[in-house]
């Protein structure tokens, strides 16, 4: 009797893991699904970290209790290869050749993300002269007083330019760039957004034109009150039907907020795919996390910089419970990029910024 029900808990929990492979291979293949189609499907990718977690679990019980069955969780793990070295990679640090550019792009919330800074734009300013990058591309570009803070930016930037995409009694977002490299010209990619947008910025590096693209897609336009009923739905502190009427409601909104960014993803790819004579460097806050359609998108044919790069998660949105890096930076067959970091000790917005080193490659 003893026996049996041993064998039988065991086929269930085998059952378990496998159905928690077969769910983690959905969320890290979810990338591919048309977020206008399947609106709740496309964002399974932020489940992905869960059931990794889940299937490490199932490891150590096989291990302390069937290790012949440790197979079923490492063949899961197997499955997962590619979106698992892209949502965590784990690179070696790299020693940075001679003639590198040094990029960084910060979403600073119009410097105003994190309050615990009396004098937000300094913070944010100061930092960045430490930093001493060639490019810096800013997300939320924006404040109350924009003529001063110009004036500021060309106290270290030669060149700097910020694109408003709205500014009215709801508010302001604007995307900038500020840069060592004179800048040609700027066009900004045509897709319909009330309030986000994307920048191409022609850059004279030397002999070459470098051609940025800054963007700052669709928001997933979670009110304050989402937010809370998320974080206590992760601590247990809700009810049960409640909290399935909360998360249903919840992916939902994140469906409606993915299937608005894939045209803008899209058309961001078009322009990318009639300018691949340009070495291209493209960058900012996606507002998706690395398994969306918007990022596969958009990095069809480019590197991942962090993927190739990067070590670890790189959370760079730091509200507490949205475990995502939702900030990235690809670049063109003509890069090689180093040592693509977060730098999550800089905590003056609600994203951390990110920082990439890329050397041109030689021509043929």
């Not at 803008?264 to 790819?269: F, K, L, T």
């Not at 460097?281 to 069809?300: H, K, L, M, Q």
């Not at 990235?328 to 970091?341: G, M, W």
């Not at 905590?347 to 030689?362: E, G, N, T, V």
Request: hydrophobic share 40%.
């Amino acid at each position: 009797m003893i026996k049996q029900l041993k064998a039988f808990t065991i086929n269930m929990v085998a059952g378990a893991n496998i159905a928690t492979i077969l769910l983690m291979i959905l969320a890290g293949y979810s990338d591919r699904l048309h977020p206008a189609d399947h609106p709740v499907l496309s964002c399974m990718g932020m489940t992905f970290p869960i059931f990794l977690v889940v299937n490490l679990l199932f490891l150590f019980f096989w291990v302390l209790f069937k290790w012949r069955k440790i197979w079923i969780p490492i063949a899961g793990f197997a499955f997962v290869y590619f979106p698992l070295t892209l949502y965590m990679p784990l690179n070696m640090r790299q020693e940075l050749p001679e003639g590198t550019i040094k990029l960084i792009s910060y979403n600073v919330c119009s410097y105003g993300g994190n309050y615990k800074y009396e004098e937000g734009f300094d913070t944010v300013y100061n930092y960045l002269k430490r930093q001493d990058a060639d490019i810096v591309c800013i997300q939320e570009d924006v404040d109350a007083w924009r003529q001063y803070v110009f004036i500021r930016y060309q106290k270290t930037y030669p060149y700097n330019d910020t694109t408003v995409f709205y500014n009215n009694a709801q508010g302001m977002n604007a995307i900038g760039i500020h840069t060592r490299y004179p800048i040609i010209r700027k066009e900004r990619i045509p897709y319909q957004s009330v309030g986000n947008g994307s920048v191409a910025y022609f850059l004279q590096v030397g002999a070459d034109t470098l051609l940025v693209i800054n963007n700052h897609l669709e928001g997933t336009h979670l009110s304050n009150e989402d937010r809370a009923n998320y974080k206590r739905m992760l601590r247990g502190k809700m009810e049960r039907d409640t909290a399935k009427e909360e998360s249903m409601l919840l992916l939902e909104k994140l469906g409606n907020a993915a299937a608005k960014r894939a045209p803008e993803a899209e058309i961001v790819h078009q322009y990318i795919e009639s300018h691949r004579h340009y070495p291209i460097i493209v960058c900012g806050d996606f507002n998706d996390n690395p398994i969306s359609y918007s990022r596969r998108t958009i990095a069809e044919g480019l590197t991942d910089c962090f993927e190739k790069s990067g070590r670890g998660i790189g959370l760079s949105y730091n509200q507490k419970g949205f475990f995502f890096r939702i900030d990235h930076i690809l670049c063109s067959e003509h890069f090689e990029p180093y040592n693509c970091q977060i730098d999550d000790k800089m905590d003056a917005s609600d994203h951390y910024p990110m920082i990439c080193w890329l050397k041109m490659r030689d021509k043929p």
